[in-house]
Every structure is written in C-alpha cells, then in structure tokens.
C-alpha cells in the first residue's frame, strides 16, 4: 500500500498484525476478498459482517480460524451499535479495532451525531434502490 500523487489516488498504510477487523459487506465479492486478505496480513480477528447471514458464515469459512460471522443490517442503527459493541466485548479490541465499512456507512458516527433521521432515511432510499 502506498500513495500515487500521480494518478491523484491515496493508500492508506495500516498495519493490520494483531488488529480486530470487521467488514461490512463481508459476504460479497470485494468484503470477502478484503476479509481474506485482512487474515493473511495477521488480523487477530476479522468479522465478517454481512445482511446475508448465510453467505457470511460462507465466507467466513473460508477465511479461516480468526473469521467471525455475523448478521447485520446497516441500514438498522441499533444493529450496527450492536455490531460495533459485541466486537469490543469478544475482542476488547479498544485500540486494535478497525471497522472497514461500506461507503454507505463510513462516517457512521459523525452521521448519525448530526442528523439521525436523515442518515436512516438515506440508507432506506439506498437499499430500496440496490433492491429494486
């Protein structure tokens, strides 16, 4: 990981040994990727979040022994606190915790701190639309 000023596009360097990792997204094609790669870097744990409750226990099969699945609704606010503190408890991760969220819900807290409602309603019109 790197930074190329050329083409404008930054990286992020994080060292990822002994970290605790949850993805969202984590069944489908880039968050099962990222999952596996995380648990080859060295995460100590890496939860595998996902709306398919299935299709994360499948992936996180396949990552290995420091793979958690878990069912989540981001769209759903308790949900994702719920997420967010199970991780924290199962871990005590405090400072090796690292959440790898969907774009959708990247700025989570600084969100739902400034306007609640319309970061719910936003997610909605998202799914709707990815679902339609």
């Given at each position: 990981?790197?930074?190329?000023?050329?083409?404008?596009?930054?990286?992020?360097?994080?060292?990822?040994?002994?970290?605790?990792?949850?993805?969202?997204?984590?069944?489908?094609?880039?968050?099962?990727?990222?999952?596996?790669?995380f648990?080859?870097e060295?995460?100590?744990a890496?939860?595998?979040?996902?709306?398919?409750?299935?299709?994360?226990?499948?992936?996180?099969?396949?990552?290995?022994?420091?793979?958690?699945?878990?069912?989540?609704?981001?769209?759903?606010?308790?949900?994702?606190?719920?997420?967010?503190?199970?991780?924290?408890?199962?871990?005590?991760?405090?400072?090796?915790?690292?959440?790898?969220?969907?774009?959708?819900?990247?700025?989570?807290?600084?969100?739902?701190?400034?306007?609640?409602?319309?970061?719910?309603?936003?997610?909605?019109?998202?799914?709707?639309?990815?679902?339609?």
């Open positions: 990981m790197g930074y190329d000023g050329a083409a404008g596009r930054g990286w992020v360097a994080v060292n990822l040994t002994d970290r605790v990792v949850v993805v969202t997204g984590g069944a489908g094609g880039i968050g099962s990727a990222l999952a596996r790669r648990a080859a060295g995460a100590a890496v939860v595998v979040a996902d709306l398919d409750g299935d299709a994360a226990r499948a992936v996180a099969g396949t990552v290995g022994p420091v793979a958690h699945p878990v069912r989540v609704d981001v769209t759903d606010e308790e949900q994702v606190s719920a997420l967010v503190a199970d991780a924290e408890r199962r871990y005590a991760a405090e400072e090796r915790f690292l959440i790898l969220p969907h774009p959708e819900v990247a700025a989570y807290a600084l969100r739902r701190a400034e306007d609640p409602d319309g970061w719910q309603a936003g997610l909605r019109k998202l799914v709707r639309r990815l679902t339609a």
